[in-house]
């Protein structure tokens, strides 16, 4: 959803988790009944319910090579997430805060670099470590 709402409304992911707020925890509660519905139709509701107005950051534009969907973007997130704030008393929605404003985030965002489709362990491991590893 953070994905999606962020190429729509052409902001920063960061600008998007701060903008949901406590409706982070809300999606993260309700995902399985919003998955039900059209995403375009949950995130104008979103939009709307948070106010989030249209920015001018476009990554997916500045993008050179085939554009990875917003689909497979939020599963690198979610796995990174999943695998960093796992043990985290079940805190997975101060694991998307953090996550959605690291360093790593933009990183993975440069659709020109090739670290978005690296393997779950690699980004993990480097988010764990505060840099990119070499291979």
Same mark, same amino acid.
């Given at each position: 959803?953070?994905?999606?709402?962020?190429?729509? $409304?052409?902001?920063?992911?960061?600008? #998007?988790?701060?903008?949901?707020?406590?409706?982070?925890?809300?999606?993260?509660?309700?995902?399985?009944?919003?998955?039900?519905?059209?995403?375009?139709?949950?995130?104008?509701?979103? #939009?709307?319910?948070? @106010?989030? $107005?249209?920015? $001018?950051?476009?990554?997916?534009?500045?993008?050179?090579?085939?554009?990875?969907?917003?689909?497979?973007?939020?599963?690198?997130? /979610?796995?990174? #997430?999943?695998?960093?704030?796992?043990?985290?008393?079940?805190?997975?929605?101060?694991?998307?805060?953090?996550?959605?404003?690291?360093?790593?985030?933009?990183?993975?965002?440069?659709?020109? @670099?090739?670290?978005?489709?690296?393997?779950?362990?690699?980004? /993990?491991?480097?988010?764990?470590?505060?840099?990119?590893?070499?291979?």
């Amino acid at each position: 959803m953070i994905e999606y709402i962020a190429r729509k $409304s052409k902001n920063a992911r960061y600008d #998007i988790v701060d903008y949901l707020g406590d409706d982070l925890q809300r999606i993260y509660n309700y995902a399985d009944v919003f998955h039900c519905e059209p995403i375009e139709k949950v995130a104008d509701d979103f #939009i709307q319910r948070d @106010s989030i $107005s249209n920015g $001018s950051y476009d990554n997916v534009a500045k993008c050179k090579y085939d554009i990875p969907d917003y689909w497979d973007i939020g599963g690198v997130f /979610a796995r990174l #997430i999943e695998d960093c704030y796992e043990d985290e008393n079940g805190n997975v929605i101060n694991g998307i805060k953090e996550v959605y404003h690291s360093w790593l985030a933009e990183r993975i965002l440069n659709f020109n @670099s090739d670290l978005y489709y690296q393997s779950r362990e690699y980004i /993990a491991l480097c988010y764990k470590e505060g840099k990119v590893l070499s291979a």
